[in-house]
């Protein structure tokens, strides 16, 4: 590491912001097109950079860093792949669907309403904050981002929930997953 990047890395663990926003104004635009090359989506570049900061920020005094510039382009970089696996994971769920045939007949209504039913049960067992998390995401269609600002809680905060939730669905849905998907994709 150069002795100008430890001077930041070690100003950064004593938790000086100026050294994240040098940081940030060095390595921001660079990542910014890195992720872009990954998502071609403008706000999930910005997202992903935003939060390999804040992982930065946040490890960085009880992590030792080597290479920042090593350390942020790795971390984007996996942040982008595992954006993409999530995205193909939605779209496969959404094929599945879109491939089944769908019969109105009373059975089939019968077994809707009993999935929705279970559905509701099991999102009243959520904590109140992850239920609303939930709701915000599966049911309104709101991004992590956005559910932050809705309630002023970090990104990973909302991921959390999210990864809480579904647990307990997961739970309570076992044998069930072509349900799970037609809630998740026809609320």
């Keep these: 590491?150069?002795?100008?990047?430890?001077?930041i890395f070690k100003a950064l663990q004593n938790r000086q912001e100026k050294a994240l926003e040098k940081i940030f104004a060095l390595y921001w635009k660079r990542l910014y097109i890195y992720a872009y090359s990954f998502t071609?989506?403008?706000?999930?570049?910005?997202?992903?950079?935003?939060?390999?900061?804040?992982?930065l920020w946040e490890k960085s005094a009880t992590t030792q860093i080597h290479q920042i510039e090593a350390y942020l382009f790795r971390?984007?970089?996996?942040?982008?792949?595992?954006?993409?696996?999530?995205?193909?994971?939605?779209?496969?769920?959404?094929?599945?669907?879109?491939?089944?045939?769908i019969s109105e007949g009373p059975e089939?209504?019968?077994?809707?309403?009993?999935?929705?039913?279970?559905?509701?049960?099991?999102?009243?067992?959520?904590p109140n904050r992850c239920r609303?998390?939930?709701?915000?995401?599966?049911?309104?269609?709101?991004?992590?981002?956005?559910?932050?600002?809705?309630?002023?809680?970090?990104?990973?905060?909302?991921e959390t929930h999210i990864s809480n939730a579904l647990s307990l669905f997961r739970l309570h849905y076992k044998n069930c997953l072509q349900i799970l998907v037609l809630i998740f994709f026809n609320s």
């Design 40 to 55: 071609g989506d403008h706000q999930v570049s910005e997202d992903l950079v935003q939060e390999i900061f804040i992982s």
């Design 108 to 126: 089939e209504h019968m077994d809707y309403l009993e999935s929705k039913e279970l559905f509701l049960k099991t999102m009243d067992k959520l």
């Design 1 to 7: 590491m150069m002795e100008n990047q430890k001077l």
């Design 132 to 158: 609303k998390v939930f709701y915000l995401s599966r049911v309104q269609g709101y991004n992590n981002k956005e559910i932050a600002q809705e309630m002023d809680i970090s990104i990973r905060t909302v």
């Design 75 to 101: 971390g984007v970089k996996y942040r982008a792949i595992n954006f993409l696996k999530q995205e193909q994971r939605k779209v496969s769920a959404e094929d599945t669907l879109k491939s089944e045939p």
